[in-house]
């Protein structure tokens, strides 16, 4: 009998992984324009669908924006995850990862869970450091977009 893989599970297997590996989780593209830009400057993410119905949101999804943002880094695993990133040819700094750990988020506004959205309206809305939002942003949308779908 195999096991069903659910959205909490899913989640707890994320946070399992070494931080130093949660660090990197996002793609290159995010890396290279935080190093070319102001990755600590202030911005705003805003996630909506254009789905031909409403969506019920099934999670908390303060809860899981929570749950992807590495606040368990250590100084050790930044170093680490710098030196990969530069291994693959990125110019990433320290300071970037550590806006990645240390970097608050303000929740704009957020969808409660149990509640249905409407084509284009508002799921979510956060503010915060650029990097920090620009690495949680393919995370959020797969997740969100599976969840809210399924």
Same mark, same amino acid.
């Given at each position: 009998?195999?096991?069903?893989?659910?959205?909490?599970?899913?989640?707890?297997? /994320?946070?399992?992984?070494? @931080?130093?590996?949660? =660090?990197? @989780?996002?793609?290159?593209?995010?890396? *290279? %324009?935080?190093?070319?830009?102001?990755?600590?400057?202030?911005?705003? /993410?805003?996630?909506?669908?254009? *789905?031909?119905?409403? =969506?019920?949101?099934?999670?908390?999804?303060?809860?899981?924006?929570?749950?992807?943002?590495?606040?368990?880094?250590?100084?050790?695993?930044?170093?680490?995850?710098?030196?990969?990133?530069?291994?693959?040819?990125?110019? @990433?700094?320290?300071?970037? /990862?550590?806006? =990645?750990?240390?970097?608050?988020?303000? /929740?704009?506004?957020?969808?409660?869970?149990?509640?249905?959205?409407?084509?284009?309206?508002?799921?979510?809305?956060? *503010?915060?450091?650029?990097? =920090?939002? *620009?690495?949680?942003?393919? %995370?959020?949308?797969?997740?969100?977009?599976?969840?809210?779908?399924?």
């Amino acid at each position: 009998m195999s096991k069903r893989l659910t959205i909490g599970s899913a989640l707890r297997s /994320f946070r399992a992984l070494p @931080a130093k590996i949660r =660090l990197l @989780a996002t793609d290159a593209y995010k890396v *290279s %324009m935080a190093a070319g830009g102001r990755p600590g400057e202030d911005e705003t /993410f805003y996630l909506s669908y254009r *789905s031909q119905r409403a =969506l019920l949101v099934p999670v908390d999804l303060k809860e899981l924006v929570e749950t992807f943002i590495p606040r368990d880094a250590t100084d050790e695993d930044i170093a680490s995850a710098v030196k990969e990133a530069r291994r693959q040819g990125l110019m @990433a700094t320290k300071e970037m /990862f550590q806006i =990645l750990r240390d970097g608050v988020i303000r /929740f704009d506004y957020v969808a409660p869970k149990g509640t249905w959205v409407c084509p284009r309206e508002p799921v979510l809305t956060l *503010s915060g450091p650029s990097f =920090l939002l *620009s690495w949680l942003e393919p %995370m959020l949308i797969g997740t969100v977009s599976y969840l809210l779908q399924v």
